[in-house]
C-alpha cells in the first residue's frame, strides 16, 4: 500500500475519534497527516459528513493546499495547516475541533491556566491563545505556528474559533485535542467552585519531562 494510501485509512479512522469523544458537531472539524517524505498531506474534505468519511473522501493536497489526490474539494482550513506543515518541520499531524468548553475558552480569548498536573504533563503549562484570525488563507496557520512557537503546547485556543492541535502523528495531534477539552471542562467545573492553584514552575517542568520521557511503554 502506498504512503498516501495508507494515511487516507488512518486519517479516516481518525476522524471517528472526533465523533467518538464529541468534540465536533455536523461537518466540523478536521484531521489531517504529513505524507512523511514528501512534500504532501493527507486532509479530510469540505462539508462532508462523518459518516462519509472512509479512506476514499480523503484528499491528498501539496503544502500549499493544492489537490494531488482526490474528487473533492479539501477543507476550508487546509491553508492553515499547510502553513503549519511547511514552518514546523516537526509536526506530522494537524486536528481543529470546536469542542465545546475549548473553544468557550477560545471565545473568552484566555489561556487556560496550568493547575492539573494533565496539563502539565501534556502542554507543558498554560494552554496558549492566538489571534484572531479569518478563514480561507494562511492567516490562520500563522497564527498557530507564532503561538506555538513561543511555548511548549501542542494546543493553542485561536481567538473567537476553537482548538488547533498538532503532534509528531495525526494520532498524537487527536489525543491532544481530546485532552484540551478534558481539561478545558474540569477547569470550567473548578472555577464555579473558586480559584484553582496554580502549579509552581519548578513542578511543571518535573512533570512535563517525566510524562514526555518516562511516562507509558
Known amino acids: 500500500m502506498s504512503a498516501t494510501a495508507e494515511l487516507r485509512r488512518t486519517v479516516a479512522e481518525l476522524h471517528r475519534e472526533l465523533t467518538r469523544y464529541e468534540l465536533v458537531s455536523w461537518t466540523a472539524g478536521n484531521v489531517s497527516a504529513r505524507v512523511p517524505d514528501q512534500e504532501l498531506m493527507v486532509i479530510k474534505p469540505s462539508g462532508v459528513s462523518y459518516d462519509e468519511l472512509g479512506p476514499h473522501a480523503m ?12 474528487e473533492l474539494a479539501p477543507s476550508s482550513d487546509t491553508a492553515a495547516h499547510a502553513y503549519v506543515y ?10 481543529h475541533t470546536h469542542s465545546p468548553y475549548a473553544t468557550a475558552w ?9 493547575v492539573l498536573t494533565m496539563i502539565a504533563d501534556e502542554f507543558g503549562g498554560d494552554i496558549p491563545v492566538g489571534p484572531f484570525a479569518l478563514i480561507g488563507d494562511d492567516s490562520i ?8 512557537s513561543a511555548s511548549r503546547s501542542p494546543a493553542v485556543l485561536m481567538r473567537n474559533h476553537g482548538p488547533f492541535t498538532v503532534g509528531a502523528t495525526a494520532r498524537a495531534a ?5 485532552l484540551v477539552e478534558d481539561v ?16 509552581e514552575q519548578q ?5 512535563y519531562e517525566r510524562y514526555q520521557n518516562v511516562y507509558g511503554q
Open 59 to 70: 484528499v491528498v493536497t501539496d503544502l500549499h493546499g493544492n489537490l494531488v489526490e482526490g
Open 86 to 95: 511547511r514552518h514546523m518541520p516537526h509536526v506530522g499531524g494537524v486536528v
Open 106 to 114: 477560545a471565545a473568552r480569548g484566555e489561556p487556560i491556566p496550568c
Open 141 to 148: 496557520g500563522k497564527g498557530i505556528v507564532e503561538t506555538l
Open 174 to 178: 487527536v489525543k491532544a485535542a481530546v
Open 184 to 199: 478545558a471542562r474540569t477547569v470550567h467545573f473548578a472555577l464555579q467552585l473558586g480559584k484553582p492553584d496554580v502549579i
Open 203 to 207: 513542578h511543571v517542568d518535573r512533570l
